[in-house]
């Protein structure tokens, strides 16, 4: 294991608990028979807040898999797609749940 890789997997491991909280606050925030927004679709609160945490920790394993096959060469590109990817799946969920509690708030579905 190289410093990139170990560096990498931190990176991932902090996005990823940044994503757990705020799916878990979300979660508990919500009651239990409110379908939360998905873009203009109403799911489930388990697929609202855990689906994209879910998927994440999923490319993940798949980037941690592409880091280990790769060469000396590919390296550094290959932790810069990691790095990159992993802030970007916690932006993206951040957004998604803001905009979900946002609008449950609205319309007054929250507990407080």
Do not use: C, Y
């Amino acid at each position: 294991m190289t410093v990139l890789t170990i560096t990498a997997d931190v990176l991932w491991i902090l996005a990823l608990a940044i994503m757990a909280g705020a799916s878990r606050q979300a979660w508990k925030r919500t009651p239990t028979g409110v379908r939360p927004p998905l873009m203009n679709w109403r799911v489930s609160r388990a697929v609202a807040f855990w689906a994209l945490p879910a998927a994440a920790f999923a490319a993940s394993l798949w980037l941690l898999w592409v880091h280990r096959m790769a060469g000396p060469a590919e390296t550094l590109l290959v932790f810069g797609v990691r790095a990159a990817s992993a802030s970007l799946f916690a932006l993206l969920h951040l957004r998604w749940v803001g905009a979900a509690m946002r609008r449950l708030e609205a319309e007054g579905a929250l507990r407080p």
